[in-house]
C-alpha cells in the first residue's frame, strides 16, 4: 500500500472519530430509518386492508343470504318483518339497509328504503338516498339489477360521518329486485383502515411523534455534548492567553461531566510550568558552567601572546587557532542557551496584549547604529496603535534573528524596509532585504534547526565582531511565532532580495 494510500486512511480513521461526523451519521440514520420502516409498513398495512375489506364483504354476503328467505318466502316482504329480521340479526356493528327497486320508476325515485339497522328517520335515509344517486353507486347494479357487487367506497352520510359501503347484494323475487347495502361506521375497524392514508392513522401519529421527540432529544444530547467541548476548548484557550493569571480548568469549568478531566489539565499544566522552569534554570547553569572555562582559556593566552616570539609562525598560528576556537565555544554555547530557551518558551508562551507597532519601531532605532557601521539603510512603514497577544520577550526574540539574518546578508548600500499591516485578524510584519536570496528549493529550509544556505557570501559580518551563523535564528523565530498562534514564511523579492513575512494574532 502506497504512502499516499496510508495517509488517506489515517486521515478517515482521524475523522470517522470526529464527534461532528458521528452527529451527521446519526442525522441520516434518523431520516433513513423511518423512511425503510414507513415503506415496510405501508406495505403490511395495505395487505391488512385488503383481507379486512374481504372480511367486510364477506360479512355483507352473510347478512344478504341471512335475509334472502324472508324476502323470498312471499310475493312481498313487509317492512315491519324485516326491520325485525334484523334486529335479531347480529351484524357486530355493521349498518344495513333494504332497499326495493320500483316498477317502472326511473331516476332518484326508482329504489325505496324498506328497513334499515339501525333504525333510522326517513329523512336521513332520503338524504343518504340523494348521495348514492349522485355518486351513481345504484347504477352499478345496472338494468337487470342482478350480481353480488364487492364494493369498497366511502362517502359522507348525513351525519357528516364518513362511512365506508363494503357489499351490495341483488335479491329477486315476484315483487321485484330488493338491494341489500352494507357500510362500516367511521369508528369501526373496517372504516379507519380502508381507503386512508398510512399516515394519517393514529397510531402511526403517535410513533412518528415519539420517534421525532426521541431524535430531537438525541439530537440535542450530541449538541449539548459538543458544545461542552467547545467551551471546555474555549476556557483552554482563555487558560492559555493568560498564563499570568490564577485561572485553572478545575475552577472554570461548567460542565460536570468534565471535572476530573478538568483537574487533571490543571494538573499538567502545573507540570508544564515547572518543566518550562527547570529548563530555562538548566539552560542558564549549563551555559554558566562553559563560560567559566572558556573565560579561564581566553585569559591563558593572552600571557603566552605576549611571550611568544614574533618569528615563531607555528606558536603564533597555534594562539590564533586557540582564540578562534574558544571564540566559536563562546558562541556555540550563547547558541545553545539561547535554543533552550526558545524551547522552553514553547512549553508556555506568554500572551500579553503587547504594542507591535511600538515594539517594532523601538527595535528599528535600536539597530540604527549597527546598521550605519555596515553601510545599510534601515526604514519602516508601520501602522501606529497595532497590538498582538504575545510576549514582550519573546518577540524581541523573534524580530532580533530576523533583523541579523537581513543584515548579514545585505550589502554594503544596501537597504533593509520593515513593513507592518493589518490582514483580517492578524497583524503582518514584513522585513525585505536587499541580499542575495535564497535558493528557491530551500525557502522552507532556511526555518530548519542548524540549517543556514543562503546564496552567496555573508556580508559584514566579520567588520562588526561577528562569530558566525549557526542557523538556529530562524529557527527560533518559528517556533516563538507558531507557539502564540502566528506563522512565518519566507519568498525571494524580485529583483533580489529576501522577504520575511511574520503574521501574528491580533489582540481582541
Known amino acids: 500500500m502506497s504512502e499516499l494510500q496510508l495517509t488517506g486512511l ?46 367486510v364483504q364477506n360479512q355483507g354476503l352473510l347478512i344478504a343470504k341471512s335475509l334472502a328467505p324472508l324476502i323470498q318466502r312471499s310475493g312481498e316482504a313487509s317492512a315491519p318483518d324485516l326491520q325485525k329480521e334484523l334486529q335479531r340479526l347480529d351484524t357486530g356493528g355493521v349498518r344495513v339497509k333494504v332497499l326495493l327497486e320500483r316498477p317502472n320508476a326511473k331516476g332518484d325515485d326508482s329504489y325505496l328504503y324498506v328497513a334499515s339497522l339501525p333504525p333510522l328517520p326517513a329523512a336521513y335515509l332520503a338524504q343518504e338516498h340523494q348521495e348514492f344517486m349522485r355518486r351513481r353507486i345504484l347504477d352499478r347494479l345496472g338494468d337487470t339489477c342482478a350480481g353480488y357487487k364487492a364494493l369498497a367506497i366511502q362517502y359522507v352520510n348525513p ?9 351490495m347484494t341483488p335479491i329477486h323475487n315476484m315483487a321485484g329486485c330488493w338491494v341489500i347495502l352494507t357500510s362500516y361506521p367511521p369508528t369501526g375497524q373496517a372504516g379507519i383502515s380502508i381507503g386512508q392514508h398510512y399516515w394519517k392513522k393514529p397510531e402511526v401519529q403517535i410513533a412518528a411523534t415519539i420517534y421525532v421527540i426521541m431524535a430531537i432529544l438525541v439530537f440535542f444530547l450530541f ?14 484557550q482563555t487558560i492559555r492567553e493568560r498564563p499570568g493569571t490564577q485561572a485553572s480548568f478545575a475552577k472554570l469549568n461548567s ?17 508544564l510550568g515547572k518543566s518550562e ?49 574558544v571564540d566559536r565555544l563562546d558562541s556555540l554555547v550563547g547558541a545553545a542557551r539561547r535554543m533552550d530557551h526558545a524551547l522552553a518558551d514553547l512549553i508556555n508562551p506568554p500572551r500579553d496584549r503587547i504594542d507591535l507597532s511600538l515594539l517594532l519601531s523601538r527595535m528599528v532605532d535600536a539597530y540604527q547604529e549597527t546598521a550605519h557601521l555596515r553601510g545599510v539603510v534601515l526604514s519602516r512603514e508601520i501602522v501606529p496603535d ?29 537597504s533593509i524596509l520593515t513593513q507592518m499591516s493589518h490582514s483580517g485578524t492578524m497583524a503582518e510584519v514584513r522585513v525585505t ?25 555573508l556580508h559584514g559580518s566579520e567588520k562588526c565582531g561577528g562569530q558566525g551563523h549557526f542557523g538556529i535564528g ?35
Not at 449538541?223 to 483552554?236: D, E
Not at 581566553?298 to 582564540?323: H, M
Not at 504575545?390 to 550589502?411: C, K, Q, R
Request: proline share 4%; glycine share 6%.
Open 474 to 508: 530562524l529557527w527560533i523565530a518559528r517556533r516563538n511565532i507558531e507557539a502564540v498562534g502566528g506563522e512565518v514564511n519566507a519568498a525571494n523579492t524580485p529583483g533580489g532580495g529576501l522577504t520575511i513575512t511574520v503574521r501574528l494574532p491580533l489582540a481582541r
Open 433 to 457: 532585504d536587499q541580499g542575495p536570496g535564497v535558493d528557491p528549493r530551500n525557502l522552507e529550509r532556511i526555518f530548519d534547526r542548524y540549517f543556514s544556505e543562503r546564496a552567496g557570501p
Open 386 to 414: 497595532t497590538h498582538v497577544l504575545a510576549g514582550e520577550d519573546l518577540l524581541e526574540t523573534v524580530f532580533e534573528n530576523i533583523f541579523d539574518n537581513a543584515l548579514e546578508y545585505s550589502p554594503e548600500g544596501g
Open 159 to 167: 351525519a357528516g360521518e364518513t362511512e365506508l359501503l363494503s357489499s
Open 255 to 271: 460542565v460536570p461531566e468534565l471535572v476530573n478531566v478538568a483537574r487533571e489539565f490543571d494538573l499538567m499544566v502545573g507540570t
Open 277 to 325: 522552569k527547570a529548563m530555562q534554570e538548566a539552560a542558564e547553569e549549563n551555559a554558566h558552567a562553559f563560560k567559566t572555562p572558556i573565560a579561564v582559556i581566553s585569559q591563558s593566552v593572552e600571557p603566552l601572546k605576549r611571550v611568544i616570539s614574533s618569528s615563531d609562525t607555528a606558536a603564533k598560528r597555534s594562539i590564533d587557532l586557540i582564540e578562534r576556537s
Open 223 to 236: 449538541l449539548s455534548v459538543w458544545r461542552s467541548l467547545q467551551r471546555f476548548g474555549r476556557l483552554a
Open 10 to 55: 489515517a486521515r478517515l480513521r482521524h475523522d470517522s472519530r470526529s464527534l461532528a461526523v458521528k452527529i451527521s451519521v446519526l442525522v441520516v440514520i434518523f431520516i433513513a430509518c423511518p423512511l425503510i420502516i414507513y415503506s415496510e409498513l405501508r406495505d403490511a398495512d395495505a395487505e391488512k386492508n385488503v383481507l379486512i375489506l374481504q372480511s
